[in-house]
């Protein structure tokens, strides 16, 4: 089955550090974008098997990025979970069409048991 790859969309650049850590921790391949205005061009060019998408990720934002995703022909499978620290998290989550959201700031346990379960 060979290794998992994991993409993960935010500008916060110590979210990034810490998910890559933890993630290759586990055994993930991570790579990272701290905008989302190429986001099927990146999804193209990593390959991932899941997406971890911050909402207020430059320049189109989360909820575009996701949707421009799940239009995709080809990467429209590809599960996304949704993260952002707003109160409306899982209606924003929804309305992106993502798989599954994680309100931050998230447990890195948490983080981890919902990666497992995305990609089970």
């Known amino acids: 089955m060979g290794t998992k790859t994991i993409l993960i969309f935010d500008d916060d650049v110590n979210i990034l550090e810490i998910c890559s850590i933890v993630l290759e921790h586990f055994g993930y391949r991570v790579a990272i974008s701290e905008t989302s205005h190429n986001v099927i061009e990146r999804v193209a060019e990593v390959q991932p098997d899941l997406v971890l ?68």
């Open 53 to 120: 998408m911050d909402n207020w990720i430059p320049a189109i934002g989360g909820v575009e990025a996701t949707r421009l995703l799940k239009a995709h022909p080809i990467y429209h499978d590809i599960p996304v979970i949704f993260s952002s620290a707003n109160l409306n998290l899982e209606k924003l989550a929804q309305d992106a069409g993502a798989d599954t959201f994680l309100e931050k700031p998230f447990d890195l346990d948490v983080l981890e048991s919902t990666v497992k379960k995305m990609l089970a």
